[in-house]
């Protein structure tokens, strides 16, 4: 008999007994809430984290509601390249195989700033700090057969435009034009690097996700007026992190998501609703443009894959 598919959601998640995933910024939001899913299915979950200060108030919390998790915390500040090496290092000999990398973490709609490397803030935590590091455990993931790469990224990656020439906004800043640059490399990243997984025979997938609108601490940059303006409308939009964190889990769990798929909520403005495949928007969808930011990211991070 037919009937109405069933909606994907947390508990359909497979057993991940015996599992080692590393979740970027797993702290908050997002992040949490998708370390609590996969340590509830038996996941060893590791916290990458900034603020690992922080981070062990939500560790101790993860433990108490689940006795028979094992999360791990390690330092990781997505904006400091060296910081990224050392935490890449620290996970590859703690870690020799890894299951799943989420490149979760995030910043959104700062005020103008430039990391120690001399990077634009967004672009440098949202986009080189998560090549890098994927780059950098790339060894420890193909050691464990079907592991899996996840960048979460956003609808707003539709209004992003790639300008190579000035990847790090000298010319002219804005944080909304920064923010969906970064979230656009994110999504073009996720899919080059599936290309090249791909052409070299490896099985490790690269998938990518975004959680729509949700209500997390990342939007703590939202100018007061535009916070403002938008309250009332914010419940048709808005989702909590509980929901936002779903078409993540999905790419990182469902046993029919393949890769290069790109997986977020299918209500009618991609805000909320269930979770399936979407469709990158028109800028993302240029393999010409996927190299050249690869090349770009390798030359600015001085991180080389070795494929």
């Known amino acids: 008999m037919g009937g109405t598919p069933r909606q994907w959601g947390e508990e359909l998640v497979p057993d991940q007994s015996g599992r080692t995933a590393v979740i970027t910024g797993a702290g908050s939001g997002l992040g949490l809430e998708t370390a609590r899913a996969l340590a509830f299915r038996g996941a060893r979950v590791v916290f990458a984290v900034r603020d690992v200060d922080k981070a062990a108030a939500a560790v101790s919390r993860l433990r108490a509601s689940s006795p028979a998790a094992t999360p791990v915390l390690v330092r990781l500040d997505l904006a400091d390249q060296a910081s990224v090496r050392e935490a890449a290092k620290e996970l590859n000999d703690r870690f020799p195989a890894i299951d799943l990398l989420i490149n979760n973490a995030g910043v959104m709609w700062t005020e103008r700033s430039r990391t120690a490397d001399g990077f634009e803030l967004q672009f440098a935590t949202n986009h080189l700090g998560h090549f890098a590091l994927t780059g950098l455990l790339l060894d420890a993931l193909r050691a464990r057969p079907g592991a899996r790469v996840v960048t979460i990224g956003s609808y707003l990656h539709k209004l992003g435009r790639m300008r190579f020439d000035d990847l790090n906004s000298e010319r002219g800043y804005g944080r ?21 997984l791909a052409a070299s025979g490896a099985d490790t997938l ?54 290069g798929e790109f997986y977020g909520p299918l209500g009618l403005t991609e805000t909320k609703g269930p979770v399936g495949p979407a469709r990158p928007g028109r800028s993302a969808r240029d393999p010409r443009a996927w190299e050249r930011l690869w090349a770009e990211s390798e030359r600015m991070t001085g991180v080389a894959y070795d494929f």
């Open 176 to 196: 909304y034009r920064a923010y969906n640059r970064s979230k656009l490399a994110n999504l073009m990243f996720a899919l080059e690097l599936q290309r090249r």
């Open 206 to 259: 690269s998938l990518a996700a975004h959680p729509g609108l949700a209500a997390t601490g990342l939007g703590r940059n939202i100018p007061g007026a535009v916070r403002t303006l938008t309250r009332p409308l914010a419940p048709l939009f808005l989702q909590p992190a509980r929901l936002g964190m779903l078409a993540g889990l999905r790419a990182a769990t469902d046993p029919g998501a393949r890769g």
